[in-house]
């Protein structure tokens, strides 16, 4: 494989690796306004990143979601490639809190290389993914003396850990200035490492918190214990409530739409190569998984919905003791929804739920916080087609297709508001510590996922 594109991307590895390392340096945490300022720093960088690189008529969008100001968005294009196709390119610049801080090996915003691996958070999820596609832009522009084998489109979002409202209301709105062909997302992983994978299909979500009042105000747990409601422990009968200890959740109609993947499906699943104890021993570290019966694992993970508890806020947390009935206790309650599920009717069904489990003496109020669709993606096009081959030459292998069981909100509404398929051609490896601490992308993969995007363009422009 060979092509002036990747000539230029592998002599300038080195200095791509330390463009992401500074990118990595900030801080663009979504979900905490103290880093509103770093989150739009790291969004500006992007524009000049993109302006650099030879991208037109890059701007930052603002959002606004619920009256609120959001992160921005940040767009760019090349339009020049007549009769050409034309891909949107998507991926997420913000990035989860690092906590537990004490668990990393070296600090989340001090990029650092160690084992051929790349250190931080956001470092694949999404930052370093992202930014191969920039990359791959950059080796198209200076080998193709300022043009590039197809139309493109960049969209980065500052939003995607915390729901994605403002794109969606951006694509809601303007789809015109987002028209293309096809999507190309690469914020998923591979199945195994050396293993070229595309994966088709996601989990939508519902984020609800749960919130419990009992007394007007916190307690003397010796003095009123005994007359007094306690909302952590009604809030805890509401959560066990939930689901039964083999794993099932007892919303009532929650699994009616809930539709099965096809025999072929199911079958490639079986063929592909997942070792069952080394994923609970090495990747859960539990002493053994849990979940439905009758379901495998990679069902569990990608066709079945699930419920889980996140935190639950409130009371006393402090070190030591403190005698307190509190008078409000809150849950952080998330549902993945799989394809036939809808946020809003199992919502629904949630909350009246909710509230048919809530004990007497205290009251119940369920908010959602934000919700995404499932979607499952279509595999017979050619944008699936060039992006195969592409990986076939960098990898050498034929490339499997899988399902996530995260949730990336935007690529349902690409689906529906754009009319176009997506692409997720994801370089993350299972053990990638997504959201966790010590965060890695392989470097190798860094460079492999550039060469891919490379690939792919050329075959789709050529
Ligand atoms: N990149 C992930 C989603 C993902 C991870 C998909 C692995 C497939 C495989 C994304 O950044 C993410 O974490 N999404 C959130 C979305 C939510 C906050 C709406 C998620 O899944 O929790
Ligand atoms: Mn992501
Ligand atoms: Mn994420």
């Not at 900030?26 to 739009?40: G, M, Q, V």
């Not at 930052?60 to 009769?83: C, D, R, S």
């Not at 947390?317 to 199992?346: E, H, N, Q, W, Y």
Request: contains cysteine; negative net charge.
């Amino acid at each position: 494989m060979s092509s002036a594109a990747i000539d230029f991307a592998r002599q300038n590895q080195p200095r791509f690796l330390e463009e992401l390392k500074a990118l990595l340096r900030i801080p663009s945490i979504s979900t905490l306004p103290d880093h509103n300022a770093d989150t739009r720093h790291a969004a500006e960088i992007l524009a000049a990143e993109m302006k650099r690189i030879g991208l037109k008529n890059v701007r930052l969008i603002e959002t606004t979601h619920g009256g609120q100001a959001g992160h921005p968005l940040v767009y760019g294009e090349w339009l020049h490639a007549v009769g050409k196709p034309t891909v949107l390119c998507y991926g997420h610049y913000d990035v989860q809190p690092p906590d537990p801080l004490d668990e990393w090996l070296t600090p989340p915003f001090e990029p650092t290389e160690r084992n051929g691996n790349l250190y931080a958070r956001g470092a694949v999820d999404d930052k370093g993914q992202m930014y191969m596609h920039l990359k791959a832009l950059e080796s198209l522009f200076e080998s193709g003396k300022g043009k590039l084998p197809l139309n493109v489109r960049v969209i980065l979002e500052g939003e995607e850990e915390v729901g994605g409202e403002g794109i969606a209301a951006f694509v809601r709105e303007h789809p015109e200035e987002l028209k293309a062909d096809f999507a190309l997302v690469s914020d998923t992983e591979m199945f195994a490492p050396d293993l070229p994978t595309l994966c088709v299909g996601l989990r939508g979500m519902i984020y609800t918190e749960i919130e419990v009042r009992g007394a007007k105000t916190d307690l003397h747990s010796g003095m009123y214990g005994g007359a007094a409601p306690n909302p952590f422990v009604a809030l805890a009968q509401i959560i066990a409530g939930l689901k039964d200890r083999e794993g099932k959740i007892l919303i009532p109609g929650f699994y009616d739409d809930v539709e099965v993947p096809s025999a072929e499906e199911k079958a490639a699943w079986k063929r592909l190569p997942f070792d069952e104890e080394h994923y609970r021993e090495k990747e859960v570290g539990s002493p053994v998984l849990t979940g439905e019966a009758g379901h495998s694992v990679l069902e569990r993970t990608w066709a079945r919905p699930t419920l889980d508890v996140h935190g639950m806020p409130g009371g006393f947390t402090g070190a030591g003791a403190k005698t307190v009935i509190p008078a409000r206790a809150t849950a952080k309650v998330s549902m993945r929804l799989v394809p036939g599920m809808t946020p809003k009717k199992s919502f629904a069904q949630y909350m009246s739920f909710v509230e048919s489990l809530t004990p007497k003496g205290v009251t119940v109020e369920v908010r959602m916080i934000h919700s995404g669709d499932p979607i499952v993606v279509g595999t017979d096009n050619p944008y699936v087609t060039a992006a195969k081959g592409a990986m076939r030459e960098v990898f050498g292998k034929e490339t499997v297709f899988v399902r996530g069981g995260g949730s990336i909100p935007i690529v349902g509404d690409f689906e529906r508001h754009l009319k176009i398929p997506t692409v997720m051609m994801g370089f993350g490896l299972p053990d990638d510590n997504l959201h966790a601490p010590n965060e890695k992308f392989h470097i190798a993969n860094f460079y492999r996922g550039i060469e891919s995007v490379i690939r792919m363009f050329e075959r789709l422009g050529g």
